[in-house]
């Protein structure tokens, strides 16, 4: 496996609507490119382990109240207190399959109401992704599963208001896969792109940020 040797880790976010299948997807997809012997880690945002991560988890289970700004910005130092790890990790060449990014970040609070560009601000400058795995379902479709938990943002109406900010957020970073189909054909998909990212990185291509 050496023809992993000396290029940087790439930065693969999986975003999509709640109940859209990302958590299973991701570790799958981290599994996989373990047994190919790629230097890989699982993350997630919010990361619930830090003091910012256990505000945030207590605001979705509502077990406390804070405006839509407070928690928004919250969201956003939860990215940036992770950030330059995440910059020593990538660098030193491993890669990160991360379960939702600056994009929920961006359509969760948009949904709300605030203001997009406001929303976008304080993400400016975190690790942009070289790819964005969107798992892309109808609302309808995802509330279908079941298992909404009883978090805030886990009902339909709202499921629809972020689907239609996240529509807005496609770059050329972007690859919207049908989450409708079965599982191991999603897998299939994620697997090759992943590779075709990080088999890329050999190129050299330094870490951009957001949202240049
Ligand atoms: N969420 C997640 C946000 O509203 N903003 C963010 O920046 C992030 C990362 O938190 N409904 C929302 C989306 C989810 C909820 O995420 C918890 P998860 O992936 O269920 O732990």
Redesign the pocket.
């Known amino acids: 496996n050496c023809h992993w040797d000396n290029s940087r880790g790439s930065l693969i976010v999986l975003e999509g609507l ?1 109940r859209s299948g ?2 299973s997807q991701s570790n799958s997809l981290v599994s996989f490119l373990k047994g190919k012997g790629v230097p890989v880690e699982a993350w ?3 990361d619930r382990s830090t003091t910012v991560g256990g505000m945030i988890s207590s605001y ?1 289970a509502n077990k406390s109240q804070l405006d839509d700004r407070t928690i928004h910005l919250l ?2 130092a939860n ?1 940036w207190e992770k950030s330059s790890l995440m910059e020593t990790k990538l660098k030193s060449g491993v890669t990160l399959v991360v ?4 994009y ?2 961006v359509a ?2 948009a949904a709300k109401g605030l203001d997009i560009q406001w929303c976008k601000a304080p993400e400016e400058g975190l690790i942009a992704p070289d790819l964005v795995l969107y798992l892309d379902i109808p609302p309808e479709k995802a509330a279908e599963r079941g298992g909404y938990g009883s ?4 009902h339909l109406d709202f499921q629809q208001k972020v689907a239609s900010h996240y529509t807005n957020l496609h770059d050329h970073t972007w690859k919207v896969i049908d989450a409708c189909q079965p599982a191991e054909d999603i897998e299939k998909q994620l697997r090759e792109l992943a590779l075709e990212c990080i088999s890329s990185r050999r190129d050299g291509k330094p870490l951009s940020r957001l949202w240049l």
């Open positions: 709640d990302k958590t997630h945002f919010p979705l969201f956003s990215r379960d939702r990014y600056s929920s970040g969760f609070s978090e805030r943002y886990e």
